[in-house]
């Protein structure tokens, strides 16, 4: 598997097409209540908390937000990510 470093995913969840809507991403992270790992197959980029601990996405085909750790993700669009 391919592998990303986790300070160049920031930029690609920020990314925008032409007409200026998100571009979706997929990633994977471990929920920090259970260990589990969950696969998002398809999502945007809402907000990055302040504090930068934190960010918002939004599932396809969803209505609400889910905020995640960043530092809890494991694959980004189907790269290793590594520290």
Known sequence: ????HWT???K???KKDKNGKSVPFSLS???????TIVNVPSCTLTSI????STLNILYACEDKPRT???????TFNGKSVYL
Not at 1 to 4: F, G, K
Request: proline share 0%; with cysteine; charged share 30%.
């Open 1 to 4: 598997m391919d592998r990303i």
């Open 8 to 10: 160049k995913i920031w």
């Open 12 to 14: 690609l969840m920020e």
């Open 29 to 35: 992270y471990v929920k920090k209540s259970t260990g």
């Open 49 to 52: 908390h302040s504090k930068g």
């Open 68 to 74: 995640i750790r960043k530092c809890l993700i494991i």
